[in-house]
């Protein structure tokens, strides 16, 4: 089964490189059967990255335009990505996506996917060189965040591991890190979140893998966690970038179906492998 949808797409709006209205062209011709625009939302770290807070509303009246334009054709929803230091609220959006990319720092804040230099000082400088104190700190906030605000879909569940392919920080194979994933996962499950599977890093080439690695994604599948595919998609070229290698991967780790945003008045739909 093709997945024909992408939850997670960045506009000009935020930090990506296409118009919304390329995104829904791109949606179209690759046959997509809906498509879900998730723009950073606006924050006080970083912010370039993000919608800036007076341009909210354009930003949802510009998804809203296509939605009606496009109608016909594909069902398009509004949405965002809220990062956990973001001070916007979900409320107006039909979904967000709930991720982590800072860690409080003595200084500010540090990137989870940032610069790898930036990155290795903070571990270096503030958690004695334990790559597995940042990855715990990582996830202790990505659980407070689940359980706090119960979001619909937990986005990039293993972000730090885009760094840690650069940095060897810490290894994804030790039994210590696998129980915490184990761990981290039966939380998240409690709190009704779905997890994306993310391909984006693959199509900008700073991963082999999706997000959550295999190991995380097996456990999932044993304790009947849903999962929706996206291509945290910044060009509207990549929009399922991979997306065709995923239905098999999925079914190997223990899938028989994934969810997308519906092509009809579901917010979510399952559709199976
Ligand atoms: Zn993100
Ligand atoms: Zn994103």
């Known amino acids: 089964m093709s997945i024909l949808s992408n939850c997670h797409t960045h506009t000009e709006f935020c930090d990506g490189r296409s118009t919304a209205e390329e995104m829904v062209l791109s949606a179209l011709d690759k046959g997509f059967v809906s498509l879900g625009f998730s723009s950073h939302a606006p924050q006080k770290y970083d912010a370039p990255y993000c919608v800036a807070p007076e341009k909210e509303d354009a930003y949802c009246a510009e998804i809203l335009r296509l939605q009606e334009k496009y109608r016909d054709r ?14 916007a609220n979900p409320d107006r959006y039909d979904y ?7 860690i409080p720092t003595f200084s500010g804040y540090a990137s989870v996917d940032g ?75 409690e709190s009704g979140a779905m997890l994306e599977v993310n391909t984006g890093a693959t199509a900008r080439g700073y991963m082999e893998s999706q997000y959550p690695n295999d190991f995380a994604l097996s456990q999932w599948a044993k304790l009947g966690g849903e999962v929706i595919v996206s291509s945290d998609c910044h060009n509207a070229e990549f929009l399922n970038c991979n997306f065709d290698k995923m239905p098999a991967l999925l079914e190997k780790l223990g899938f028989d179906h994934t969810v997308r945003l519906g092509a009809n008045d579901t917010l979510f739909e399952r559709i199976p492998l």
């Open 74 to 87: 594909i069902r398009i929803y509004l949405g965002m990505e809220r990062d956990l230091f973001s001070c």
């Open 96 to 102: 967000y996506l709930a991720s982590v990319h800072y």
């Open 115 to 189: 610069l790898a230099e930036n990155l290795a000082n903070y571990i270096k400088n503030e958690l004695n060189g334990s790559g597995f104190a940042f990855a715990k700190k990582y996830f202790e906030l990505l659980c407070g965040y689940a359980k706090a605000w119960k979001p619909p879909i937990i986005g990039h569940f293993d972000l730090f591991r885009k760094n840690n392919s650069k940095l060897h920080f810490l290894d994804e194979e030790s039994t210590a890190y696998k129980d915490m994933v184990v761990q981290v996962l039966h939380f998240i499950r």
